[in-house]
């Protein structure tokens, strides 16, 4: 069975970093690409962007470089991303996504969420 | 980047009744193989999305049979043949075609 198990919720001050992570299962993790997500409270989802889980290659939104950085552990079949210089703007669920095998793949599995909230 | 637009639902629905959501994107999603890039989700309250209708309208697996997906390039439907207590939730639609990818705004459905 495939899974995605994200990292716990986070409280941080703005300006700091936070590290997300999404400890994946049931799949060979270096064949598939991994997403990342942004939802804000009752707004629409935004893609952040992609790394492959065989070499860490990565495509990003345009919007998000500079803010979020993503790479992966192999050994452990993790993807992380990492949010830096944090404002409220950043206080949302943040989701990992795989994209499936398919050509121009859709999102078939997600990770439960996290809720970042940055707060001084 | 693609935009797509979603329209709404005359919220609540009877249950049992059937129901189309609707979904426009600002380019056409048809790509050179054939293939329409349409993917539609369903995130209920407090849940994380799952995939219901790929390329327009491939089932994912375990979807029911009650979800429908059809379009051209540009506009899109997805159908719910009766729609059920658990179908409770806000749809999405999301183009697959190019990067950045993205996201309808969302239809929210309730349940009478």
Do not use: H
């Not at chain 2, 919220?11 to 050179?32: A, D, F, Q």
Request: proline share 4%; charged share 15%; net charge neutral.
């Amino acid at each position: 069975e495939v899974q995605l198990q994200q990292s716990g919720a986070e409280l941080v001050k703005p300006g700091a970093s936070v590290k997300l992570s999404c400890k994946t299962s049931g799949y060979t993790f270096s064949n598939y690409y991994m997403s990342w997500l942004k939802q804000m409270p009752g707004q629409n989802i935004e893609w952040i962007g992609n790394i492959y889980g065989g070499n860490g290659g990565t495509g990003y939104n345009q919007k998000f470089k500079g803010k979020a950085t993503l790479t992966v552990d192999k050994s452990s079949s993790t993807a992380y991303m990492d949010l830096s210089s944090l404002t409220s703007e950043d206080s949302a669920v943040y989701f990992c996504a795989r994209l499936s095998i398919l050509p121009k793949s859709p999102f078939d599995y997600w990770g439960q969420g996290v809720m970042v909230t940055v707060s001084s | 980047d693609i935009v797509m637009t979603q329209g709404a639902l005359p919220n609540p629905v009877p249950s049992g009744e059937s129901v189309s959501i609707t979904c426009r994107s600002s380019k056409s999603l048809l790509y050179s193989d054939g293939k329409t890039y349409l993917n539609w989700y369903l995130q209920r309250p407090g849940q994380s999305p799952q995939l219901l209708i790929y390329w327009m309208s491939t089932r994912a697996s375990g979807v029911s049979d009650r979800f429908s997906g059809s379009g051209s390039g540009t506009d899109f439907t997805l159908k719910i043949s009766g729609v059920e207590a658990e179908d409770v939730g806000v749809y999405y639609c999301q183009q697959g075609l190019e990067f950045p990818l993205t996201f309808g705004s969302g239809t929210k459905l309730e349940i009478k």
